[in-house]
Each structure stands twice: as structure tokens, then as C-alpha cells.
């Protein structure tokens, strides 16, 4: 005696084997998806306390002098006084040291997201490399023109330090 299923057609499942199914594959959804989330995610551990610090460290720079006696929250708002001839790479330094190093630094500890976590990294190794060159640049100054202070040192070696902290922190994402 032939079966119904004998044109080569699988049983069908009853509604519980339905049902297990489906709970199965939204259960393989929701993994799946847990799995993405953790994987964009970084844990800065006690690296987290050093970045803060030496996020801090570079805000307070701002009342150092950077070039001459013109302090660095004078170099980022255009304030100092022409006569020193700031010029440009300390002024571009200054801004993207404050977007880079503090406001990003604070949104990749905030968000603890792999990808802003990255963009700081490179960012701020970016933006250490242009304040070796504001420091050069005012090195190499005319005669008679005021150099680098020592606010402008401590804060590329603030921007140095964060950008070797957040390529830590990337690169021991699993």
C-alpha cells in the first residue's frame, strides 16, 4: 500500500513543529543580531580613567601660553595678538585638538561604540602630527618672533598619548 507522501513530498509538520521552527529561527535572529551589537561595542577598561585624565590635562593647556604669552584658548578663538603672528597650523592644531582629542574622545567613552572609538584613533593621531608641525612651524620662525611655549608641547604630547590609547583600545577588539 502506497502512502500519501509517496510522490517524493516530505510529511508535514504538525503546528507545534511549525511553531518550534519559527522560535528557532527568531531566536537565531535575535543571536545574530546580540552578536553584531557586541562586536561594535569597547570595553576601555582602566584605559578609560587614562584617557579622561589626559583629556583633562589637555583642556587645561587652553590657559597656557602656546606661542609667546598668547595662552591657547586665545590660539582657538583668534584672540591673541596680531604682532605674534600665530599664523595658522597652531590655530589648526588648537581647533582640531578640541574636536579630535576632547569632544570625540568624550563621544567614543559615552557611546563605547567600536567605530567612534576608531575615528578617534585616527583623528588623533592626525592631529598630533599637525601639532609636531605647529611646534616646527614656530621653530622656524623670523628673528625677533616668539617660539612655541610650553602649553603648546604638553598638548601634542596630550594628543600623542590619546592617540596610542585609542589604538590600543581598537586594536584589541576581537
Known sequence: MLSENSGGQ???????EEVDQISQQRFRAELSRAERDIAGRIDPGARAMVITGVMLVLVLTAVL?????AQGWQIVAGQADPALEVGLLPRLFSIN??????LLGALALATRRWSV??????LCGVVTVEGVIAIWSRQTVPAGQEGPAFGLVIAVIAMGVLAAQWLRIVWSRP
Open 97 to 102: 585638538a578640541i574636536v579630535a582629542g576632547v
Open 65 to 69: 601660553p602656546w606661542v609667546g604669552g
Open 117 to 122: 572609538a576608531w575615528v578617534a584613533a585616527m
Open 10 to 16: 516530505q510529511p508535514r509538520p504538525d503546528g507545534d
